[in-house]
Protein backbone atom coordinates (compact mmCIF):
# COMPACT_ATOMS: atom_id res chain seq x y z
CA UNK A 1 0.00 0.00 0.00
CA UNK A 2 1.33 3.57 -0.99
CA UNK A 3 0.15 6.63 0.89
CA UNK A 4 -0.15 9.62 -1.20
CA UNK A 5 -0.54 13.07 0.59
CA UNK A 6 -0.81 16.01 -1.66
CA UNK A 7 -0.72 20.26 -0.62
CA UNK A 8 -0.49 23.51 -1.97
CA UNK A 9 -3.61 24.08 -4.20
CA UNK A 10 -5.94 27.24 -3.51
CA UNK A 11 -7.50 30.05 -4.81
CA UNK A 12 -5.19 32.51 -7.28
CA UNK A 13 -5.63 35.38 -9.82
CA UNK A 14 -4.84 34.86 -13.26
CA UNK A 15 -1.36 35.45 -13.95
CA UNK A 16 -0.56 34.35 -10.56
CA UNK A 17 1.76 31.44 -9.22
CA UNK A 18 0.89 27.93 -7.18
CA UNK A 19 3.14 25.20 -5.98
CA UNK A 20 1.77 21.66 -5.54
CA UNK A 21 3.60 18.97 -3.40
CA UNK A 22 2.73 15.54 -3.64
CA UNK A 23 4.45 12.39 -0.99
CA UNK A 24 4.56 9.13 -1.71
CA UNK A 25 5.78 6.72 1.38
CA UNK A 26 5.27 3.07 1.58
CA UNK A 27 5.98 1.35 4.97
CA UNK A 28 6.29 -2.05 4.21
CA UNK A 29 8.87 -1.78 1.53
CA UNK A 30 12.22 -2.67 2.55
CA UNK A 31 13.22 0.86 0.56
CA UNK A 32 11.06 3.83 0.68
CA UNK A 33 12.24 3.90 -3.00
CA UNK A 34 10.97 5.97 -5.52
CA UNK A 35 8.54 6.33 -8.19
CA UNK A 36 7.05 7.20 -11.64
CA UNK A 37 5.16 9.97 -10.54
CA UNK A 38 1.85 12.09 -12.38
CA UNK A 39 -0.10 14.91 -11.88
CA UNK A 40 -3.55 14.97 -13.55
CA UNK A 41 -6.37 17.44 -13.62
CA UNK A 42 -9.85 17.25 -13.66
CA UNK A 43 -12.06 20.51 -14.92
CA UNK A 44 -16.08 20.67 -13.81
CA UNK A 45 -17.62 18.67 -16.51
CA UNK A 46 -14.58 17.30 -18.07
CA UNK A 47 -12.29 14.09 -17.77
CA UNK A 48 -9.20 13.72 -15.90
CA UNK A 49 -6.24 14.58 -17.83
CA UNK A 50 -2.50 14.16 -17.63
CA UNK A 51 -0.74 17.45 -17.64
CA UNK A 52 2.84 16.25 -16.13
CA UNK A 53 4.72 13.10 -15.15
CA UNK A 54 8.23 12.16 -14.24
CA UNK A 55 10.38 9.44 -14.03
CA UNK A 56 11.97 7.69 -10.94
CA UNK A 57 15.09 9.41 -11.65
CA UNK A 58 13.53 12.77 -12.50
CA UNK A 59 15.78 12.44 -15.79
CA UNK A 60 12.97 12.17 -17.96
CA UNK A 61 9.56 14.37 -17.16
CA UNK A 62 6.70 15.28 -19.47
CA UNK A 63 3.96 18.63 -19.32
CA UNK A 64 1.33 18.79 -21.53
CA UNK A 65 1.07 20.90 -24.38
CA UNK A 66 -1.40 23.75 -22.91
CA UNK A 67 0.60 24.15 -19.92
CA UNK A 68 4.21 23.94 -21.69
CA UNK A 69 6.33 27.30 -20.54
CA UNK A 70 4.27 27.57 -17.89
CA UNK A 71 4.54 24.49 -15.50
CA UNK A 72 7.35 22.72 -14.46
CA UNK A 73 7.15 18.99 -12.61
CA UNK A 74 10.30 18.35 -10.37
CA UNK A 75 11.24 15.56 -7.68
CA UNK A 76 13.35 15.51 -4.85
CA UNK A 77 13.53 11.88 -3.64
CA UNK A 78 15.10 12.50 -0.73
CA UNK A 79 11.71 14.12 0.48
CA UNK A 80 10.00 11.50 -1.20
CA UNK A 81 8.33 14.40 -2.58
CA UNK A 82 7.33 15.82 -6.31
CA UNK A 83 6.55 19.36 -7.22
CA UNK A 84 3.78 20.90 -10.03
CA UNK A 85 5.02 24.56 -9.91
CA UNK A 86 2.44 26.54 -11.78
CA UNK A 87 3.12 30.10 -12.81
CA UNK A 88 1.50 31.97 -15.21
CA UNK A 89 -1.81 30.23 -14.21
CA UNK A 90 -4.66 31.17 -16.59
CA UNK A 91 -8.66 30.59 -15.71
CA UNK A 92 -8.72 27.39 -18.01
CA UNK A 93 -6.36 25.64 -15.36
CA UNK A 94 -8.52 25.45 -12.89
CA UNK A 95 -9.83 22.22 -11.79
CA UNK A 96 -8.69 19.42 -8.75
CA UNK A 97 -5.26 18.38 -9.26
CA UNK A 98 -4.24 14.23 -8.60
CA UNK A 99 -0.94 13.41 -7.88
CA UNK A 100 -0.42 9.86 -8.96
CA UNK A 101 2.09 7.05 -8.35
CA UNK A 102 2.89 4.17 -10.62
CA UNK A 103 4.82 1.33 -8.87
CA UNK A 104 5.60 -0.97 -12.13
CA UNK A 105 7.42 1.52 -14.29
CA UNK A 106 11.23 1.22 -13.66
CA UNK A 107 12.09 3.83 -16.77
CA UNK A 108 10.45 6.60 -18.11
CA UNK A 109 7.09 8.03 -17.16
CA UNK A 110 3.79 7.04 -18.19
CA UNK A 111 0.57 9.81 -18.69
CA UNK A 112 -2.37 6.96 -19.35
CA UNK A 113 -4.49 7.51 -16.14
CA UNK A 114 -4.92 3.09 -16.48
CA UNK A 115 -0.87 3.14 -15.48
CA UNK A 116 -1.22 4.67 -11.80
CA UNK A 117 -1.90 2.43 -9.22
CA UNK A 118 -2.88 5.14 -6.06
CA UNK A 119 -3.88 8.63 -6.08
CA UNK A 120 -3.97 11.37 -3.91
CA UNK A 121 -7.04 12.81 -2.44
CA UNK A 122 -6.83 16.05 -4.81
CA UNK A 123 -5.93 19.48 -4.53
CA UNK A 124 -8.31 22.29 -5.70
CA UNK A 125 -6.75 24.39 -7.84
CA UNK A 126 -8.89 27.95 -8.70
CA UNK A 127 -7.96 30.46 -10.83
CA UNK A 128 -10.29 33.90 -11.39
CA UNK A 129 -9.49 36.37 -14.13
Known amino acids: QVRVVESGGGLVQAGGSLRLS ?9 NYGSYAMGWFRQAPGKE ?8 RSGGSTYVTDSVKGRFTI ?3 NAKNTVYLQMD ?5 DTGVY ?5 TARAVGFTTSLGEYDYWGQGSPVTVSS
Open 48 to 55: RECVAAIS
Open 88 to 92: GLKPE
Open 98 to 102: YCAVN
Open 74 to 76: SRD
Open 22 to 30: CTASRRTAR
